[in-house]
Nanobody, 121 residues
């Protein structure tokens, strides 16, 4: 199986920055796409940003200019640099990966457990 291990969440003041990371652990797989989603209390999970192994990125409009997604294909890791954080960014941030299995020859969607980001004075 593939496991997504997230880190980097925490408590920051408005205007501060955080850098999240998500590493895909396992074997005999390739990554089609990875990304970040978030979910605030009482709200639906929403897209933050995605990135393909080739480097193509997609951002939610509200995150453009403040958040940057990047990847290290060798480490099978993605990052989310979050700047100018606002209280509205408070949410659980989830790592997502679309994985192609080289043993079963099919694709599957994986989710991390999530990491809490709290932006508060």
């Amino acid at each position: 199986q593939v496991q997504l291990v997230e880190s980097g969440g925490g408590l920051v003041q408005p205007g501060g920055s955080l850098r999240l990371s998500c590493a895909a652990a396992g074997s005999a797989f390739s990554i089609n796409r990875m990304g970040w989603y978030r979910q605030a209390p009482g709200k639906e999970r929403e897209l933050v940003a995605t990135i393909t192994s080739g480097g193509s990125t997609n951002y939610a409009d509200s995150m453009k200019g403040r958040f940057t997604i990047s990847r290290d294909n060798a480490k099978k890791t993605i990052y989310l640099q979050m700047n100018s954080l606002k209280p509205g960014d408070t949410a659980v941030y989830y790592c997502n990966a679309e994985i192609w299995s080289r043993t079963t020859f099919n694709s599957r969607d994986y989710w991390g457990q999530g990491t809490q980001v709290t932006v508060s004075s």
